[in-house]
């Protein structure tokens, strides 16, 4: 599913869309372990956040934006070119 | 203490009281929420490149502020020959701020400025074409080639050795590359965010400005949280609006094809015979984004998201070029000359802009796991992307970060990460056609003939891999300051393509980027204050009514204040704009352009071009510190951004062609970057009753550039650099007095620099000031203010080292300083209560009263001043 579709063939869209889906319902319906609310401690931590350093982050998106053909556009915030 | 105070102590303690309680009673209505957990929601939002979530990434009110820098490799030409030409390099600088506004309301900000300079490829051809020659100077060869290109009847390219004039076999490719002037992007976006118990909604937007694309977007997000927050879900929306205005390069677009555009470019001829071509386009970006976090266990989380963009209209860039090469198999091939190579045929060569197609969709889909690991307290991140686009490009991103505390506020990651790409269905290095080059009967090519309706040879639309490496650090000191700094290696390859057959290795390269931070959390004192957690604080809260809150400072007035506690610490941001518009002043007159070319460029020779406007922007943090109550140290980075547009006035000979100016039309310069970092010392000489005073000494290093040139190679203005260059000495003397709601201050200060020229060979004059103010408190928590200024500064002692154009009076030495009165007229608001409490933000307009100049220069607009500080 990952490997680079040969040229021409059509978008491997539906697949993934619908393994996402299914991946996802799985894991949240599929009763995963209950935390108590005494035992978030752990996940509560700095380096347990989704993103630690979050404005760095931006800063490496924005770099790899202007130089790779993935990365740019993809976050739902819109922002100019400054592609140098 | 008096009476009112002590009063208005125990309301204080009261407002706690009772805001403790409500903070309990709000705890069991919503079911027990806890700090860690309300901390988790909140991190679990921080989804990877989606902007909703970093408004709420941290569960505290905070402010900060970045500063990042990239530079790329030296591009390789060929034969281990390097581009003479500066690598791409960028200052990034990043101001954000988030604030709960009223219980549920959020708002967040942010600022990003990048400014941006040097080489990048703007096309692609076989090396044996000639047109990236190192020693060709100028912009036109490079598109057009020395025209010994050759092939034979299998499409084997041949390169001919110059000296000996034998043709050889040489499929290899090169890039050409091309350079600019400095330009500056400034974009600035804010979000309003209003939170439930279980869902949560915002709206943002912004807008992104630099000189040939101007873009603002709109968005909003939506959060649920189901299953006692164990599971989130998320979903965005975004608009952007972006149009393009990019001014084609007059030297060289004489030499390429631009005729599918023909509708979108608007010619503006130049007086000097040299027409300018802007290219206009109009792009809309739609955008939507589904996430879902999910808590696996006390250890672990995992979330992931799908998003689709939508992009139409022109998606192209207006700097990229393709070369089409026709080769004619029915033309009579010329004898090569040389043994053993067949009849060589003569290819057409054509440069043409770049198409793209107008409309791209993309999709994304990635996965984030988060791991504790409870024997090291640290947390490994992993996360996957996979992108498709009906481009052709199909992309995966593998990231790994290990998160590791390692104690008395420290922590540590170092993170990697891959990243792969397919090349799009219209990329390629140049095109090959195996037929004669169409033309119309003019000569010019006739793109309708042309089997292709899409192409580009933008490297960034190839097939290659990318493996970056790097560190972040953070430091915590006490509970609201935390500094961060970053390094990355990046390496571009074509040989790192997963799955191989990407770019030759001509198109390789790579770049390192560091960036450094603080950042603030701004309810970490007022939550000592009002908890009543100590005794210190409390006596901080005191203070702050003395000093910040008592006795308000004009915005401009710098070094005007100090903390008299020892181990406080206080952080603060300072902006200042200037603006020069207007006449050409002579002394303090005005004078007429026909003075100025004739005079202005120091007798000998005219000015081609004179200045008519230049703004400066200054960004500075204060970071002082109390080591004893007669003592403050304090440190100041700085960072600069000028532009200037410049004017061609009549009369005035051309500018020369070599000198960068020659764009056509009016030039326009930027620069941009790191300026000079103070270090200074205040020591208190006394404070007696309503009396204050005193005294600093401070040293300012030279970090901030002053060898910024054109793209031609020459200096930049001396005005436009972006430091001095020389180690300074700055002392000042201070005063402030204060009674009731009145307070007044006088100020004494200089900048000597102690080296008599710096590396380039000039050094800025000295500089002396002296201001007065005084100040009214309106409200408890407003003054206004006053404030007369007299400043001094020589003219510029030597001039650049090496061999410099002077195009107008901005490149002469004797053309800057003067003699400067100023009114500043000022507001300043210190928060007087809850959870900005001690904030302090202070605006002044500095308006010019008179000018004496030396030599010849653009009359002043005026300045305003801003600064936000806040102490601990």
Same mark, same amino acid.
């Given at each position: 599913?990952?490997?680079?579709?040969?040229?021409?063939?059509?978008?491997?869209?539906?697949?993934?869309?619908?393994?996402?889906?299914?991946?996802?319902?799985?894991?949240?319906?599929?009763?995963?372990?209950?935390?108590?609310?005494?035992?978030?401690?752990?996940?509560?931590?700095?380096?347990?956040?989704?993103?630690?350093?979050?404005?760095?982050?931006?800063?490496?998106?924005?770099?790899?934006?202007?130089?790779?053909?993935?990365?740019? +556009?993809?976050?739902?915030?819109? +922002?100019?070119?400054?592609?140098? | 203490?008096?009476?009112?105070?002590?009063?208005?102590?125990?309301?204080?303690?009261?407002?706690?009281?009772?805001?403790?309680?409500?903070?309990?009673?709000?705890?069991?209505?919503?079911?027990?929420?806890?700090?860690?957990?309300?901390?988790?929601?909140?991190?679990?939002?921080?989804?990877? $490149?989606?902007?909703?979530?970093?408004?709420?990434?941290?569960?505290?009110?905070?402010?900060?502020?970045?500063?990042?820098?990239?530079?790329?490799?030296?591009?390789?030409?060929?034969?281990?020959?390097?581009?003479?030409?500066?690598?791409?390099?960028?200052?990034?600088?990043?101001?954000?701020?988030?604030?709960?506004?009223?219980?549920?309301?959020?708002?967040?900000?942010?600022?990003?400025?990048?400014?941006?300079?040097?080489?990048?490829?703007?096309?692609?051809?076989?090396?044996?074409?000639?047109?990236?020659?190192?020693? *060709?100077?100028?912009?036109?060869?490079?598109?057009?080639?020395?025209?010994?290109?050759?092939?034979?009847?299998?499409?084997?390219?041949?390169?001919?050795?110059?000296?000996?004039?034998?043709? *050889?076999?040489?499929?290899?490719?090169?890039?050409?590359?091309?350079?600019?002037?400095?330009?500056?992007?400034?974009?600035?976006?804010?979000?309003?965010?209003?939170?439930?118990?279980?869902?949560?909604?915002?709206?943002?937007?912004?807008?992104?400005?630099?000189?040939?694309?101007?873009?603002?977007?709109?968005?909003?997000?939506?959060?649920?949280?189901?299953?006692?927050?164990?599971?989130?879900?998320?979903?965005?929306?975004?608009?952007?609006?972006?149009?393009?205005?990019?001014?084609?390069?007059?030297?060289?677009?004489?030499?390429?094809?631009?005729?599918?555009?023909?509708?979108?470019?608007?010619?503006?001829?130049?007086?000097?015979?040299?027409?300018?071509?802007?290219?206009?386009?109009?792009?809309?970006?739609?955008?939507?984004?589904?996430?879902?976090?999910?808590?696996?266990?006390?250890?672990?989380?995992?979330?992931?998201?799908?998003?689709?963009?939508?992009?139409?209209?022109?998606?192209?860039?207006?700097?990229?070029?393709?070369?089409?090469?026709?080769?004619?198999?029915?033309?009579?091939?010329?004898?090569?000359?040389?043994?053993?190579?067949?009849?060589?045929?003569?290819?057409?060569?054509?440069?043409?802009?770049?198409?793209?197609?107008?409309?791209?969709?993309?999709?994304?889909?990635?996965?984030?796991?988060?791991?504790?690991?409870?024997?090291?307290?640290?947390?490994?991140?992993?996360?996957?992307?996979?992108?498709?686009?009906?481009?052709?490009?199909?992309?995966?991103?593998?990231?790994?970060?290990?998160?590791?505390?390692?104690?008395?506020?420290?922590?540590?990651?170092?993170?990697?990460?891959?990243?792969?790409?397919?090349?799009?269905?219209?990329?390629?290095?140049?095109?090959?056609?195996?037929?004669?080059?169409?033309?119309?009967?003019? $000569?010019?090519?006739?793109?309708?003939?042309?089997?292709?309706?899409?192409?580009?040879?933008?490297?960034?639309?190839?097939?290659?891999?990318?493996?970056?490496?790097?560190?972040?650090?953070?430091?915590?000191?006490?509970?609201?300051?935390?500094?961060?700094?970053?390094?990355?290696?990046?390496?571009?390859?074509?040989?790192?393509?997963?799955?191989?057959?990407?770019?030759?290795?001509?198109?390789?390269?790579?770049?390192?980027?560091?960036?450094?931070?603080?950042? *603030?959390?701004?309810?970490?004192?007022?939550?000592?204050?009002?908890?009543?957690?100590?005794?210190?604080?409390?006596?901080?809260?005191?203070?702050?009514?003395?000093?910040?809150?008592?006795?308000?400072?004009?915005?401009?007035?710098?070094?005007?204040?100090?903390?008299?506690?020892?181990?406080?610490?206080?952080?603060?941001?300072?902006?200042?704009?200037?603006?020069?518009?207007?006449?050409?002043?002579?002394?303090?007159?005005?004078?007429?352009?026909?003075?100025?070319?004739?005079?202005?460029?120091?007798?000998?020779?005219?000015?081609?071009?004179?200045?008519?406007?230049?703004?400066?922007?200054?960004?500075?943090?204060?970071?002082?510190?109390?080591?004893?109550?007669?003592?403050?140290?304090?440190?100041?980075?700085?960072?600069?951004?000028?532009?200037?547009?410049?004017?061609?006035?009549?009369?005035?000979?051309?500018?020369?062609?070599?000198?960068?100016?020659?764009?056509?039309?009016?030039?326009?310069?930027?620069?941009?970057?790191?300026?000079?970092?103070?270090?200074?010392?205040?020591?208190?000489?006394?404070?007696?009753?309503?009396?204050?005073?005193?005294?600093?000494?401070?040293?300012?290093?030279?970090?901030?550039?002053?060898?910024?040139?054109?793209?031609?190679?020459?200096?930049?203005?001396?005005?436009?650099?972006?430091?001095?260059?020389?180690?300074?000495?700055?002392?000042?003397?201070?005063?402030?007095?204060?009674?009731?709601?009145?307070?007044?201050?006088?100020?004494?200060?200089?900048?000597?620099?102690?080296?008599?020229?710096?590396?380039?060979?000039?050094?800025?004059?000295?500089?002396?000031?002296?201001?007065?103010?005084?100040?009214?408190?309106?409200?408890?928590?407003?003054?206004?203010?006053?404030?007369?200024?007299?400043?001094?500064?020589?003219?510029?002692?030597?001039?650049?080292?090496?061999?410099?154009?002077?195009?107008?009076?901005?490149?002469?030495?004797?053309?800057?300083?003067?003699?400067?009165?100023?009114?500043?007229?000022?507001?300043?608001?210190?928060?007087?209560?809850?959870?900005?409490?001690?904030?302090?933000?202070?605006?002044?307009?500095?308006?010019?009263?008179?000018?004496?100049?030396?030599?010849?220069?653009?009359?002043?607009?005026?300045?305003?001043?801003?600064?936000?500080?806040?102490?601990?």
């Amino acid at each position: 599913m990952f490997q680079s579709r040969p040229r021409g063939s059509g978008p491997a869209l539906p697949a993934w869309c619908l393994s996402f889906t299914l991946a996802m319902t799985c894991f949240a319906l599929a009763g995963c372990a209950e935390v108590k609310p005494w035992e978030r401690g752990h996940l509560a931590k700095p380096q347990m956040a989704m993103e630690p350093y979050p404005e760095q982050a931006a800063l490496r998106a924005h770099t790899y934006g202007g130089r790779e053909a993935a990365t740019g +556009g993809q976050s739902t915030s819109g +922002g100019g070119c400054g592609c140098y | 203490m008096n009476k009112h105070r002590l009063h208005r102590g125990l309301l204080r303690r009261l407002a706690c009281l009772l805001k403790a309680r409500k903070r309990e009673a709000r705890k069991y209505a919503t079911g027990g929420e806890s700090a860690p957990l309300r901390a988790l929601t909140a991190a679990a939002l921080a989804l990877p $490149g989606l902007s909703p979530a970093t408004a709420q990434a941290a569960p505290g009110d905070e402010a900060g502020f970045q500063y990042g820098h990239y530079t790329e490799g030296q591009r390789q030409l060929y034969l281990g020959t390097r581009s003479k030409y500066n690598p791409i390099q960028v200052d990034t600088l990043l101001g954000s701020g988030k604030l709960t506004l009223m219980d549920r309301w959020k708002f967040a900000f942010h600022y990003v400025q990048d400014t941006w300079s040097g080489a990048t490829p703007i096309a692609t051809a076989p090396l044996a074409f000639g047109g990236n020659h190192q020693t *060709v100077s100028g912009a036109s060869p490079y598109l057009q080639g020395k025209g010994v290109l050759r092939y034979d009847r299998s499409f084997n390219t041949y390169r001919r050795n110059e000296t000996t004039g034998d043709y *050889v076999k040489d499929n290899r490719l090169v890039h050409t590359l091309s350079a600019a002037s400095p330009e500056t992007r400034m974009q600035g976006d804010f979000r309003l965010g209003y939170e439930w118990d279980e869902s949560a909604f915002n709206l943002g937007g912004g807008v992104s400005n630099e000189p040939d694309y101007y873009s603002n977007f709109v968005n909003t997000d939506a959060r649920w949280d189901f299953n006692q927050k164990l599971t989130s879900v998320d979903l965005g929306l975004s608009y952007t609006n972006s149009e393009i205005n990019a001014k084609l390069n007059p030297e060289a677009s004489q030499y390429f094809d631009y005729s599918s555009y023909t509708k979108q470019i608007d010619v503006i001829p130049g007086p000097d015979a040299t027409p300018t071509r802007i290219i206009n386009g109009l792009r809309q970006d739609w955008s939507t984004r589904l996430g879902v976090s999910q808590v696996l266990n006390k250890d672990a989380v995992l979330a992931g998201g799908m998003s689709y963009t939508r992009s139409t209209g022109y998606l192209a860039n207006p700097y990229k070029m393709v070369e089409f090469i026709f080769v004619d198999p029915n033309q009579t091939p010329e004898d090569a000359g040389t043994p053993g190579i067949p009849p060589l045929l003569v290819p057409q060569v054509q440069a043409v802009m770049e198409r793209r197609p107008d409309e791209r969709n993309q999709f994304s889909w990635d996965a984030r796991y988060v791991q504790f690991i409870e024997s090291l307290d640290a947390a490994v991140h992993l996360d996957y992307r996979f992108f498709h686009d009906d481009w052709g490009i199909n992309a995966h991103t593998f990231e790994a970060d290990w998160v590791q505390p390692v104690g008395d506020g420290w922590t540590v990651t170092p993170r990697f990460r891959y990243y792969s790409q397919d090349e799009a269905d219209f990329y390629q290095p140049y095109w090959l056609f195996k037929n004669a080059e169409p033309t119309f009967s003019n $000569g010019k090519i006739d793109l309708s003939k042309v089997p292709v309706s899409n192409y580009s040879s933008d490297h960034r639309l190839s097939g290659y891999g990318a493996i970056g490496t790097g560190i972040s650090v953070s430091k915590a000191i006490g509970k609201a300051i935390q500094l961060q700094g970053s390094f990355e290696y990046y390496t571009h390859a074509g040989g790192l393509k997963l799955g191989g057959g990407g770019e030759d290795s001509y198109a390789n390269f790579n770049f390192y980027q560091f960036n450094a931070g603080i950042k *603030v959390d701004l309810s970490a004192p007022s939550l000592m204050g009002d908890l009543g957690l100590s005794e210190h604080a409390g006596h901080e809260g005191h203070h702050h009514e003395h000093h910040a809150h008592g006795a308000p400072l004009p915005a401009g007035v710098m070094f005007g204040h100090m903390m008299e506690q020892s181990g406080q610490t206080m952080v603060g941001y300072r902006f200042m704009w200037s603006l020069q518009d207007g006449d050409i002043l002579h002394g303090s007159n005005p004078v007429s352009d026909a003075t100025v070319i004739d005079q202005g460029c120091g007798g000998r020779q005219k000015c081609s071009l004179l200045p008519k406007d230049m703004s400066m922007y200054m960004h500075m943090l204060d970071i002082m510190y109390a080591p004893t109550d007669w003592l403050n140290l304090m440190l100041m980075p700085q960072f600069m951004d000028m532009d200037m547009n410049l004017r061609q006035p009549p009369g005035a000979p051309p500018p020369p062609s070599e000198g960068g100016h020659n764009h056509g039309g009016n030039p326009h310069h930027a620069t941009g970057g790191v300026g000079d970092v103070g270090l200074y010392a205040l020591f208190k000489l006394f404070t007696f009753q309503h009396h204050h005073m005193h005294a600093t000494l401070g040293l300012s290093a030279p970090t901030g550039a002053v060898d910024l040139k054109l793209v031609s190679g020459d200096y930049e203005h001396y005005g436009m650099q972006l430091g001095s260059g020389t180690w300074d000495f700055k002392p000042s003397l201070t005063y402030t007095g204060q009674w009731d709601d009145w307070s007044w201050g006088g100020q004494l200060s200089g900048t000597h620099r102690m080296e008599s020229e710096n590396e380039v060979g000039f050094a800025f004059g000295d500089i002396f000031q002296a201001s007065l103010w005084g100040s009214y408190k309106f409200m408890d928590w407003l003054s206004g203010s006053v404030r007369g200024i007299y400043t001094a500064q020589g003219a510029i002692n030597g001039r650049y080292k090496a061999p410099h154009q002077i195009v107008g009076p901005m490149d002469m030495p004797n053309s800057y300083g003067g003699r400067y009165w100023d009114l500043g007229m000022g507001l300043s608001a210190v928060v007087p209560s809850g959870t900005f409490k001690g904030n302090t933000l202070s605006v002044e307009w500095v308006q010019p009263l008179q000018d004496d100049v030396n030599g010849y220069q653009l009359e002043r607009d005026g300045a305003l001043n801003a600064t936000w500080s806040i102490a601990f």
